[in-house]
């Protein structure tokens, strides 16, 4: 799992914006100095999330996405314990799966450090996200 996630930021409202790469979680104390900007709310992003997150909420979250991953993975194995109870009681099941409500902060961190990298040790296990909640899995998986 990655967990320095690199962005693009420029600045609004300024006769000539600046743009760069940034890689977060960052200093943004340096990072309101080098773009030559006030405060960290005349910074935004560039890319397809620019809208739902500020420069300095998306920050925020990156500096636990460490401890907010650790979690999401306690929260998933807790599910696969809960669907390998249900397939021991239901043996004619071929899987099973159920949601797993995230946060908005957790959802980032998924969609950012997690989705690419993540593989759960068993596997019969699969997970997703979906529409603000994660997909867990378990069974026998086709094709």
Not at 67 to 85: C, D, G, W
């Amino acid at each position: 799992m990655k967990f320095n996630i690199e962005r693009v930021v420029e600045t609004k409202g300024l006769d000539e914006n600046h743009i760069s790469r940034v890689v977060f979680p960052c200093n943004l104390e340096e990072l309101v100095a080098e773009m030559q900007v006030n405060t960290a709310d005349d910074l935004v992003f560039v890319d397809k999330d620019a809208d739902r997150y500020s420069v300095k909420q998306f920050n925020y979250i990156m500096r636990d996405a460490d401890a907010r991953a650790q979690k999401i993975i306690e929260e998933i194995n807790a599910t696969v314990r809960f669907l390998q109870q249900r397939m021991e009681k239901n043996p004619n099941y071929k899987g099973t799966s159920d949601n797993l409500a995230l946060s908005q902060d957790d959802l980032v961190v998924w969609n950012y450090c997690m989705k690419d990298d993540y593989k759960h040790p068993d596997e019969k296990v699969a997970v997703w996200a979906y529409r603000g909640s994660l997909t867990v899995f378990y069974g026998e998986k086709k094709g």
